[in-house]
Nanobody, 117 residues
Framework: QVQLVESGGGLAQAGGSLRLSCAASGSIRSINVMAWYRQVPGKQRERVAA???????NYADFVKGRFTISRDNDKNTAYLQMNSLKPEDTAVYYCKADVTYGPYDYWGQGTQVTVSS
């Protein structure tokens, strides 16, 4: 059982930056991959970035070179540093954790990111 809480969303101007945080609690040592997703109204949720337990990262093409995913094991927290923000980055951003003990996904409640032109 894993609980995830996102924070750090808000309003930014195009070209600006935000850093999202995902604080995990519960069965922390069971977490394998952590990922950030985003969703806008009327569209499917899409994966933004992922990071494995060993630090391997993967990014969606639309954020490569702009966003950086990281994790701090001491703080049980994953981060998404978002630079060079674009209005099309506006979405609710969700944190997801995969666990080693089964095919279960755990989701946070989401945090709103709004980018103005």
């Amino acid at each position: 059982q894993v609980q995830l809480v996102e924070s750090g969303g808000g309003l930014a101007q195009a070209g600006g930056s935000l850093r999202l945080s995902c604080a995990a609690s519960g069965s922390i040592r069971s977490i394998n991959v952590m990922a950030w997703y985003r969703q806008v109204p009327g569209k499917q949720r899409e994966r933004v970035a992922a990071i494995g337990s060993g630090g391997t990262t993967n990014y969606a093409d639309f954020v490569k070179g702009r966003f950086t995913i990281s994790r701090d094991n001491d703080k049980n927290t994953a981060y998404l540093q978002m630079n060079s923000l674009k209005p099309e980055d506006t979405a609710v951003y969700y944190c997801k954790a995969d666990v080693t003990y089964g095919p279960y996904d755990y989701w946070g409640q989401g945090t709103q990111v709004t980018v103005s032109s």
